[in-house]
C-alpha cells in the first residue's frame, strides 16, 4: 500500500468509527453530533449514511438505522393515511411528515423547512439494495415501505422544499428522481401487493416524464421546473439513482454544466448559494464523483477523493462545506453568527467518503467494524 492510500484508507477507517460512535442506540444518525440544529435524524442524510456502512460491511448499523425508520412511519401510520384521504384538499405545509426528527423519532419543537420529500424515497432506494446486498427479509419492513410508498404516490408532485431545504414553491428534479428510485425499487422487491407496486410503476413513469420534459432546458436538467439554473443535486438523477441514463446526452450535457460552473474540485451547490457564503461542499464531491466513477472518468473521481480527504481537520472530522473561495464571501458571517462555525463533523460527508472510495475499488466490507465483531465471535 503506497502511502498515499494508506493515508485515505486511514481516513475511511475513521469514518466508520465515527458514523458508529456517533449513531443513536435506538438507530437514529444525528445529521451532525456538534452542530446545534443538526443534531437531529434526518432520512435524507440517514439513508446515504446506512447505505455507505452497508457497504463497507457495517450491516448492523445500516439495520439499526432502517428499523428507526420503520418505526417513524408506523407510528405515523394515522397521520399519512388521513393525509392520503384529504389528497386535493387544502392541507397546510406543516401538516406533511416531517424532514428531520428527534433521534427518539419524535416530531421536532422548533420551526424548519420540513416538507421535504425526497428522504422518504432515499431510504427504501438504500433499504431495498442493502436487502439485496446481505440477504436481508423484507418482511419486518413491509408495513412502513407501503406507507412511504403511498404517501409519495399520493403527494410526487406538490412544490416542496428541495435537498437544500430552499424553493418551496417549485419541483426539483433531484427530489423526484428520489422519490422515484424509491418507488421503483420497492416496485421491484416484491414486497407490496399487486395494485400498490402498479400505482408506483406508473407514478416512476410520469416522474421520468416530466424529467425528460418539463425539466429540461436547453438540452441538460434544470435546479427545479421553471427555473433555467443549474443545481450540483441534479447529479443524483443519472448517480445514484438512475431515474435517467448516465450514458444519455441529457446526462452528459448536464454533468458537463455542474462540471464547468460548480465542481473545480469540491462542489458548490449552485450559484446563487449564500448559505454560510456558498462554499464547496464535501457530499457533493462524493457524488459527482460517483458519477465520474459510473462514466468511466477515474482520474476526475480520484481526484475528488482525494479533495474530500483534504478537508479533514487533525481529528479527522470532515465538515459539510469548505468556505476557501466561497461563492459569495460577504454572506459568511451571517451564518456563523446565527449557528456557529460550519457544521463538523458532518456524518453524511464522511458516509460519501466512504461510498466514493467503495465505487473506486479502494476499501469494501472488510472496513466494517460489524465484520470485525462477526470474524472474531
Ligand atoms: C442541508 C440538507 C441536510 C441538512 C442536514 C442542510 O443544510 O441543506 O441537505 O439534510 O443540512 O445535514
Redo the contacts with the bound molecule.
Keep these: 500500500m503506497t502511502n498515499e492510500l494508506g493515508d485515505l484508507v486511514a481516513l475511511a477507517r475513521r469514518s466508520v468509527d465515527l458514523i458508529t460512535s456517533f449513531q443513536d442506540v435506538g438507530g437514529a444518525y444525528p445529521?451532525?453530533p456538534t452542530f446545534p440544529v443538526?443534531q437531529f435524524s434526518?432520512f435524507?442524510?440517514g439513508a446515504f449514511i446506512a447505505d455507505a456502512m452497508s457497504r463497507v460491511g457495517a450491516q448492523r448499523s445500516a439495520d439499526a438505522f432502517f428499523d428507526w425508520c420503520t418505526r417513524v412511519l408506523r407510528a405515523r401510520r394515522d397521520q399519512v393515511l388521513d393525509l392520503i384521504a384529504r389528497k386535493g384538499t387544502n392541507i397546510e405545509r406543516d401538516e406533511f411528515l416531517p424532514t428531520r426528527y428527534t433521534l427518539g423519532g419524535s416530531d421536532t419543537a422548533e420551526q424548519w423547512w420540513n416538507f421535504q420529500i425526497d428522504g422518504y424515497g432515499t431510504w427504501m432506494w438504500a433499504l431495498i439494495q442493502h436487502s439485496k446486498r446481505h440477504a436481508i427479509s423484507l418482511e419486518p419492513y413491509r408495513e412502513a415501505l407501503e406507507l412511504s410508498a403511498q404517501y409519495l404516490c399520493a403527494f410526487w408532485s406538490l412544490p416542496c422544499f428541495d435537498?437544500?431545504?430552499e424553493h418551496p414553491g417549485e419541483v426539483h428534479p433531484s427530489t423526484i428522481a428520489a422519490v422515484s428510485a424509491g418507488l421503483r425499487a420497492a416496485a421491484s422487491s416484491g414486497v407490496l401487493g399487486a395494485p400498490l407496486e402498479s400505482q408506483c410503476n406508473t407514478v416512476c413513469a410520469e416522474i421520468e416524464l416530466v424529467l425528460r420534459t418539463d425539466a429540461v432546458v436547453d438540452g441538460h436538467l434544470t435546479k427545479s421546473v421553471g427555473r433555467t439554473d443549474t443545481d450540483a443535486s441534479l447529479i443524483s438523477c443519472f448517480t445514484p439513482f438512475e431515474t435517467l441514463d448516465s450514458a444519455s446526452d441529457l446526462s452528459m450535457s448536464t454533468y458537463a454544466r455542474i462540471a464547468h460552473e460548480l465542481a473545480p474540485d469540491g462542489v458548490h451547490r449552485y450559484l446563487a448559494d449564500t448559505?454560510f457564503g456558498g462554499g464547496r461542499w464535501v457530499v457533493l464531491a462524493g457524488f459527482v464523483g460517483w458519477h465520474e466513477v459510473r462514466i468511466g472518468n477515474i482520474e476526475a473521481a480520484s481526484r475528488r477523493l482525494r479533495w474530500m480527504h483534504d478537508q479533514a481537520t487533525g481529528e479527522g472530522f470532515l465538515p459539510?462545506q469548505v468556505l476557501t473561495h466561497a461563492l459569495h464571501p460577504d454572506r459568511v458571517a451571517e451564518w456563523v453568527q446565527r449557528w456557529g462555525p460550519v457544521?463538523t463533523p458532518?456524518l453524511?460527508s464522511h458516509a460519501m467518503y466512504l461510498t466514493l472510495g467503495c465505487e473506486l475499488g479502494l476499501w469494501g466490507s472488510e472496513l466494517s467494524t460489524d465484520a470485525t465483531a462477526r470474524s472474531s465471535s
Excluded: I, K, M
Design positions: 445529521a451532525s443538526y434526518w435524507r442524510d435537498w437544500w431545504e448559505f459539510e457544521a458532518l453524511w
